[in-house]
């Protein structure tokens, strides 16, 4: 995955809560065996509505959705988290996600912001009031901010996650740290054990 040390841009705003995976990827979108093309299935039964934020043309190109809270509730999909991504989002602010979801997030390098309900709330009003408000959500300071609306507030990463953002290591990766004394492994183990190729 991409490191990711600051995403700055513009939000849409999803004024709504308790926003399941089944409704951020319907399962009819689980069929697919590779990792891309989930962003045209992005809230796909909510898109069917003209009316929909992401049908919105004021929205589009924005890259950080701005939840209401209790997002990614449901089952473990991590096909909600590529379709986020794919779509274009590099970063989701909410006031509370599933724990399983937030988790998925840090694993491809989506940025999973958690704010106080009334910092959400006031980041949902701005965006809706102005959709070019300029959003920037610092990593590694741990900051969230919409300076023309006034708005800054700290949001929690623990060190392991935000070292993993800040460097781009997703699962692999974190293994690769490890590759010289794997290879010392490999190169001293006895020749009666199995051999991977």
Known sequence: MRAVQVVTGRGVPLDRSDVDTDQIIPSDWLKRVERTGFGAGLFA?????????????????????????????G???????WALQDYGFEAVISPGFADIFRNNCTKVGLVPVQVDPAVGRALLDAVIADPNLEITVDVAAG???????G???AFPLDDFTRA???NGWDDIGLTLRHEAEIAAYEAHRPTWMPITR
């Not at 509505?49 to 924005?62: P, S, T």
């Not at 900051?143 to 609306?149: E, F, L, Y």
């Open 75 to 81: 089952s473990s999909r991590e096909h909600a988290v």
């Open 45 to 73: 039964e909510w898109r069917d509505d003209r009316d929909f934020v992401l049908n919105r043309e004021e929205y589009a190109g924005a890259t950080i959705l701005v939840a209401g809270p209790n997002f990614g509730t």
């Open 151 to 153: 708005i800054e507030a």
């Open 164 to 166: 993993r953002l800040l």
């Open 143 to 149: 900051v969230v901010g919409a300076p023309a609306a």
